[in-house]
Nanobody, 131 residues
């Protein structure tokens, strides 16, 4: 059974940092697009960052470029999101996601960032940024 389990959320003041982790299990980790998206109350889901686990290519939403960094530890089958210079607008539930179907080779993980492919997700972790 595929599982994605997020952790690392919490409450911080504006300008602070958090590091989210997503431990995966139940499948062979490699050659998927994976990433993070968020959803704030009353707002639509928003892609934050994605990575192709096969070659570490990364993709970011404009709102987080220069502040957030997505990375992975392949042997640990774990995905990370380092979030710096947090703003109140970053407050949301953050979800780890993996595209539903493995791709045979590299590709543009904007497809996951923009929700143009089916995906599975974890249960989410709350991030709250106060001003």
């Amino acid at each position: 059974q595929v599982r994605l389990v997020e952790s690392g959320g919490g409450s911080v003041q504006a300008g602070g940092s958090l590091r989210l982790s997503c431990v995966t299990s139940g499948y062979t980790y490699s050659t998927y697009c994976m990433g993070w998206f968020r959803q704030a109350p009353g707002k639509e889901r928003e892609g934050v960052a994605t990575i192709y686990t096969g070659d570490n290519s990364t993709y970011y939403a404009d709102a987080v470029k220069g502040r957030f960094t997505i990375s992975q530890d392949n042997p640990k089958s774990t995905l990370y999101l380092q979030m710096n210079k947090l703003k109140p607008d970053d407050t949301a539930i953050y979800y780890c996601a993996r595209e539903a179907t493995r791709r045979g080779s590299g590709g543009d993980c904007n497809t996951l960032l923009e929700f143009r492919v089916a995906y599975i997700r974890g249960q989410g972790t709350q991030v709250t940024v106060s001003s």
